[in-house]
């Protein structure tokens, strides 16, 4: 499966964004234009003092701020168990966004507060290619690689990520898209989508939209054409044309040009026998060619080739 952003990473952001049930971000921030800057913070409740209307709260960069709190900061909780500051408990995960005073008082408009132990029972996270969009009714499907359908919805509060920044809504997303997904579960049933990280293209999926796939060293190159020898010790010629897209590790390769002789590569290509046209070419470093190719490739639908992450990066 692809690496746009870090399986870890992707359930980190969506606990956030369930326990504290707020749309911006979970990263202590201040903004500083304007006579009353605002702020965004997240951290940890020390301390609750409820009769000077503020709580101390240990920031995740590690300092310490106490925020003031009025009738017009606005409480919110997954749950929606969290109506005030006397809600509020020591351990607690927060977040709290308003404006810096001009007396450098941290006044709080909206403060999201939970456990992520609570929330955690309630993550659900697929992984797939999305089948179908409806963008009326803020709804996609997602389909596993067991084939199952999994619907989701999306909210105001969803985050789209994808590695070139194409994807920032539910308009964005397209059939054949390969994505992670973390949605939190509602006792009705439905999944509201926390957050969705995709391949902007499914075609620079290894695997995805491909007839064949290679995996070997390139022993020629020619105008458009290079011969690949494989594992099995065949050798195949791929053609390539403008809507081959090549990956490497820290994008060495950017083309055609960039190939060379005794590099080693995985190619993804449609067609069969004599006729290979690369849809995605991932290379790796040029290394000897091995007399006895002794691992596998073959149609796509088959036994997964032995890429590595040196051969394959990440991809989005």
Request: glycine share 12%; hydrophobic share 40%.
């Amino acid at each position: 499966m692809f690496q746009i952003i870090r399986s870890r990473s992707v359930y980190v952001m969506a606990l956030g964004a369930a326990v504290l049930g707020l749309g911006f971000p979970t990263t202590a921030h201040a903004q500083t234009a304007g006579p009353e800057s605002r702020f965004h913070v997240a951290g940890e409740i020390a301390a609750v003092d409820t009769g000077g209307s503020s709580f101390e709260l240990n920031t995740v960069r590690g300092g310490s701020l106490t925020i003031a709190t009025d009738q017009d900061t606005h409480f919110r909780s997954v749950d929606g168990s969290l109506q005030s500051l006397d809600d509020l408990a020591p351990g607690m995960k927060a977040l709290a966004a308003g404006t810096i005073l001009s007396d450098g008082t941290y006044l709080a408009r909206q403060v999201g507060a939970g456990s992520p132990e609570t929330v955690k029972r309630r993550l659900v996270r697929k992984r797939g290619e999305i089948s179908s969009i409806v963008p009326g009714q803020s709804t996609f499907e997602l389909q596993s690689a067991e084939g199952e359908l999994t619907q989701f919805h999306v909210t105001e509060r969803t985050r789209f990520f994808s590695r070139d920044q194409s994807v920032s809504n539910i308009h964005d997303l397209k059939k054949g898209m390969q994505a992670r997904v973390v949605a939190l579960a509602h006792e009705d049933g439905t999944l509201e989508t926390l957050v969705v990280a995709v391949a902007p293209e499914a075609a620079n999926h290894p695997g995805t939209g491909v007839d064949v796939r290679i995996a070997g060293h390139v022993v020629d190159l020619g105008d458009q054409s290079l011969v690949v020898k494989t594992f099995e010790g065949e050798q195949l010629t791929v053609t390539v044309n403008d809507k081959t897209v090549y990956r490497s590790a820290q994008n060495r390769i950017q083309g055609f040009g960039d190939l060379r002789t005794g590099m080693l590569v995985a190619v993804g290509a449609k067609g069969n026998g004599d006729q290979l046209t690369a849809v995605w070419i991932a290379g790796g470093r040029v290394r000897p060619i091995p007399e006895d190719q002794g691992r596998r490739s073959g149609p796509a639908g088959g036994t997964e080739l032995p890429m590595g992450p040196s051969l394959v990066p990440p991809i989005g």
